[in-house]
């Protein structure tokens, strides 16, 4: 079975990827197995955040490793939080109610409210890969002010989808892994590993 190490501590990142992985007979191991630090993230794009985070997760634990950079972008705010999403309301610990809460004030005056899910992957087989699989796929839909559902996690419960009628979080975790930003890009991953002849993530 190939092994692979997920640059983060989120237990929703996890549990979304081991569900999105366990056909493909990869495993995924969080990094907090090898006691891996918090990798800093000074970095104003998803891609070099999620660069930075796989090459140091592959450093720390001798294995390949797979990192995501993901947020959610409103329009009205110039795509902000973006990269900032996690840590939207300055709070420590990170709280997700408190990121909902500031993000909700200050889509208050705008009439947009058009927002879209960010997803950057990038699989690397070694700290110095000098060519990382990257893959990056948007979720567009609506932010709705009152939180619906308990399915989900950061965003999610005011992330509504109106074709589906529902938030992100009313959904039935197989729909949301057929259809989420971190679903497609993904997808997206594995066809470019596919089609990389003499890819090995054997390290």
């Not at 929703?12 to 907090?32: D, H, M, Y």
């Not at 950057?120 to 979720?139: F, K, S, T």
Request: charged residues 20%; aromatic residues 8%; contains cysteine.
């Amino acid at each position: 079975m190939n092994k692979i190490v997920l640059a983060s501590n989120n237990q929703g990142k996890l549990t979304e990827f081991k569900r999105l992985l366990q056909s493909l007979n990869i495993e995924i191991v969080p990094q907090a197995e090898f006691n891996i630090p918090e990798c800093p993230e000074p970095y104003i794009t998803f891609v070099e955040n999620a660069l930075a985070k796989a090459r140091h997760a592959s450093r720390y634990s001798g294995l390949p490793a797979l990192a995501d950079d993901s947020g959610i972008c409103a329009n009205a705010l110039k795509g902000a939080p973006g990269v900032y999403s996690a840590r939207y309301a300055g709070t420590e610990p990170k709280s997700d109610a408190a990121n909902n809460a500031k993000l909700d004030a200050d889509l208050q005056p705008f009439s947009d409210k058009t927002v879209f899910y960010v997803c950057v992957l990038v699989l690397v087989r070694h700290p110095d890969d000098p060519q990382p699989v990257i893959a990056d796929a948007i979720w567009r839909g609506l932010w709705q002010s009152t939180a619906t559902g308990n399915n989900g996690f950061g965003y999610d419960p005011h992330f509504y989808l109106p074709e589906q009628h529902l938030t992100a979080a009313q959904m039935s975790q197989d729909e949301k892994n057929r259809v989420s930003h971190r679903a497609q890009a993904l997808n997206i991953l594995l066809t470019k590993l596919k089609q990389q002849s003499g890819l090995n993530l054997h390290v």
